[in-house]
């Protein structure tokens, strides 16, 4: 298996609420190469906020909006936010650390809900002549 | 690990009209600025309709020397299909660089239109050293 999508749910219970999670990546994968953050109901990205922090190296400040690292509302695109390609953030068990930040939008909208942060773990292609 | 660092300024617009001087000092660990992105956002309700002309942004780098961005920020009421300007460009920072701009609120340039607070987000990547 050369890829992974990882999913970490973040639960939040109230308007303006902060939440901080810890995890850690697939042990199996060597590298993070895109994500992007899934809510329900998208009223909740307004003002809404995500940092993330993986292996102690700062991803995204958390003034970051969570509405950019969404998806359109189309099945035919892809919605994930891939990292450069002159990048490299390791996977391979690093501790991901994420701070999200609602927005404080309490007006037509229900809570809790989740918002899932869906990882993109791939390992580097084999070189299959040796 | 090896990764391009990320920054975001957010700036809140209180009044119609109002002209918001950017100065800010940019990390010391960066030496290369390769993409500047912005948006509108912040504004919510039935009432609010999409608008191209939330206003003006500049921004300037490397003592202002480089003037790689100036252009208008919209504002869709649809979340997911906000449009993100973004702007790709290798640019070496000097060293103590600071960013240095403006954002003028042109939002109620269309006279209909009421003015609402909002807040404009100006997204940088740079590349590590």
Known sequence: MNSKNQIIKIRVSSAGETVKVSANTNKLFEEVRGLFVNIADTKHHYKSTIGLRIDEEEIFPDEYESSRLTCVDSAEVNPYYYFDKDEFIEAGGSKVEIKYCDGGMNDGVTFPYDVNLYLYLKNKPKDETK | MKLNKRVVFAYEVTSQDQVIQIREKLPTCVNLLIRAGYTASGLFGDDQEDNPNMGVLALEFNHRKVH??????????????????????????????????????????????????????????????
């Open chain 2, 68 to 129: 790689p961005v100036h252009s208008m920020v919209g504002f869709r009421k649809n979340l997911q299909k906000t449009p993100f300007k973004e702007v790709r460009f290798d640019q070496a920072m000097i060293a103590d660089n600071v960013m240095t701009g403006y954002y003028r609120d042109t939002s109620t340039i269309d006279e209909k239109r009421v003015f609402t607070p909002y807040t404009v987000h100006v997204y940088l990547t740079f590349k590590r050293s």
